[in-house]
């Protein structure tokens, strides 16, 4: 079945540690993003990628860093300069200019 | 950039009754307007989508409606069901800000059986 996977579902580290997230598409998408989403804020943008080895900030991109080496796969990477990384983070993919997004089941990240 | 507006944030309705979710955005150029459902610990699934060339969507329960004029959109779910109950968000996007997509903050939907 075509889809995207995030992995893990449930991640856990100590301040100060980087931590990178996977998101894996065999749905062959252009355009990749990653969003965090908090309790009654919504979806918030922090990277996309609309081609392989390119890519884009979103509104709150800082403390957070993203590769685009194939088209299949776009890691997000919390670094220990992110003030707040506990969230839920989203990776999603489409097609085309304005098609609808497809998300993954995310990943929960806590740090302690 | 855009800004997209939701309400109400919680709802609740009796099963078989009909639910109303609305959203205003302020970006003229938004062209595409996408709802979601987020069921716990899942990630959003699309429900339906409707384009700015139309004004009225129907998927069997589920209609949106446009109405660019006012630059608002409204999801309406008829004969609800519990499994209804969850995090609905609406969006907008254009192909000016390179198919970004911005979010409402989501409308928790109960279903009382």
């Known amino acids: 079945d075509g889809g995207i996977t995030q992995s893990p579902k449930y991640l856990f580290r100590k301040e100060g540690q980087n931590v990178t997230l996977s998101c894996e598409q065999n749905l062959n998408h252009d355009a990749m993003y990653w969003y965090r989403q908090d309790p009654g804020q919504g979806l918030r943008l922090i990277y996309y990628s609309q081609i392989v080895n390119d890519f884009q900030k979103g509104d709150i991109a800082e403390g957070y860093s993203v590769s685009r080496e194939k088209k299949e796969s776009f890691p997000l990477t919390v670094t220990s300069a992110q003030k707040n990384p506990t969230a839920f983070y989203l990776c999603?993919?489409?097609?085309?200019?304005?098609?609808?997004?497809?998300f993954g089941n995310g990943t929960r990240l806590t740090v302690t | 950039g855009e800004n997209v507006e939701q309400h109400p944030s919680t709802l609740s309705v009796q099963e078989g009754d009909s639910a109303v979710i609305k959203c205003t955005y302020s970006d003229s150029a938004s062209n595409y307007f996408p709802w979601y459902k987020q069921e716990l610990g899942k990630g959003p699934q699309l429900i339906i989508d409707i384009r700015s060339n139309v004004g009225e969507k129907k998927d069997q329960r589920i209609a949106v409606t446009l109405n660019k004029t006012a630059k608002h959109f409204s999801l309406h779910i008829t004969e609800t069901q519990p499994e209804d109950s969850a995090v609905y968000f609406c969006?907008?996007?254009?192909?000016?800000?390179?198919?970004?997509?911005?979010f409402g903050t989501g409308t928790s939907l109960t279903v009382i059986p």
């Open positions: 999603a993919s489409s097609q085309w200019d304005n098609s609808p997004l497809h």
């Open positions: 969006a907008a996007s254009t192909r000016n800000t390179g198919n970004q997509f911005y």
